[in-house]
């Protein structure tokens, strides 16, 4: 199986300088910024000539992520257990990870999807560092009887 995780382009700030949470309505408004629709062109461009037709696209229902998910020109599903603040397990649990057949994209949030990459690669700290904009492609594989998870790529939108 392979899990695309895609951190949503650079946003405008939230209009009282918070960090966003999952309930937060004017949170979830938040847009991308002049600079983020960029990002997301740029990183969009890129991942449709890498993925497969069938591939699956989730992006939280937060207006950020769907606008990057947009960029990518696919059908794409919204769903909450996307949302900001959400758990890295819901997130697995909705790509299908490690059974699921072909690729899975997730247009998401920081710090879960960092969660994930630090939960899949076994990493000591419990989240890794996204940069806004970046794709992290893992796949699963099985080496000497024993399952792996392996980096194919990490791109962001400043090297392709």
Do not use: N
Not at 46 to 71: E, H, I, N, Y
């Amino acid at each position: 199986m392979e899990l695309i995780l895609w951190r949503h382009a650079e946003a405008v700030e939230h209009p009282y300088g918070e960090d966003g949470v999952g309930g937060d309505p004017l949170d979830l408004e938040r847009r991308l910024s002049t600079r983020g629709e960029k990002q997301a062109a740029r990183m969009a461009a890129w991942l449709d000539r890498q993925l497969p037709d069938g591939a699956r696209v989730f992006a939280s229902p937060a207006q950020r992520t769907v606008q990057t998910a947009q960029a990518l020109g696919r059908k794409f599903k919204q769903r909450d257990e996307l949302l900001p603040g959400a758990g890295p397990a819901a997130v697995l649990a909705l790509a299908g990870w490690p059974d699921g057949r072909g690729p899975v994209v997730i247009v998401g949030h920081q710090p879960t999807l960092g969660q994930v990459i630090g939960e899949l690669l076994g990493l000591p700290d419990t989240e890794c560092p996204m940069r806004k904009g970046a794709i992290w492609w893992l796949r699963q594989r099985e080496r000497g009887g024993k399952m792996q998870t392996v980096i194919v790529t990490v791109q962001t939108p400043e090297l392709v």
